[in-house]
Nanobody, 123 residues
Framework: QVQLVESGGGLVQPGGSLRLSCAAS????????MGWYRQAPGKQRDLVAL???????NYANSVKGRFTIHRDNAKNMVDLQMNSLKPDDTAVYYC?????????????????WGQGTQVTVSS
C-alpha cells in the first residue's frame, strides 16, 4: 500500500505559479501511474495530469500548456508545476498512485490518495 503526502499549496495571484509535491512511502512508485486530481467546492474530483511508469502523460484540456507533471522514482516523488494560474484552478489538489498504471482515469477508482493540498488563485 502507498501512503501519499502532498505539499506546496497556498494562495497565489492570477498569472502566478506554484509547484506541488507529493512524497510517497510504503511502496516504490516506479510501477505506478502517478497523477494529480483536483476538486473545487461543489464539484466532482477531476483528473489534472498523470504520468505512467513508462512516461506517458495525460493532461486535462484546461491545463495543457500551463501545468507539467514530473516524477522522480529515485526519490519516490511526483511534482506538479503550475504556471499561468487562473481563478478557475482554485481547488484542493490530490496526489494519486494508480497500480493499474494506465494512461487514463483508472486511478480515480483504483488508486491510492493523499489528503490533499489547497490551492487558491485570487487577487
Amino acid at each position: 500500500q502507498v501512503q501519499l503526502v502532498e505539499s506546496g499549496g497556498g494562495l497565489v495571484q492570477p498569472g502566478g505559479s506554484l509547484r506541488l509535491s507529493c512524497a510517497a512511502s510504503g511502496s516504490d512508485i516506479e510501477d505506478y501511474a502517478m497523477g494529480w486530481y483536483r476538486q473545487a467546492p461543489g464539484k466532482q474530483r477531476d483528473l489534472v495530469a498523470l504520468m505512467t511508469s513508462s512516461g506517458i502523460t495525460n493532461y486535462a484540456n484546461s491545463v495543457k500548456g500551463r501545468f507539467t507533471i514530473h516524477r522522480d522514482n529515485a526519490k519516490n516523488m511526483v511534482d506538479l508545476q503550475m504556471n499561468s494560474l487562473k481563478p478557475d484552478d482554485t481547488a484542493v489538489y490530490y496526489c494519486n498512485a494508480d497500480p493499474l498504471d494506465s494512461d487514463y482515469d483508472s486511478g480515480r477508482d483504483f488508486g491510492y490518495w493523499g489528503q490533499g493540498t489547497q490551492v487558491t488563485v485570487s487577487s
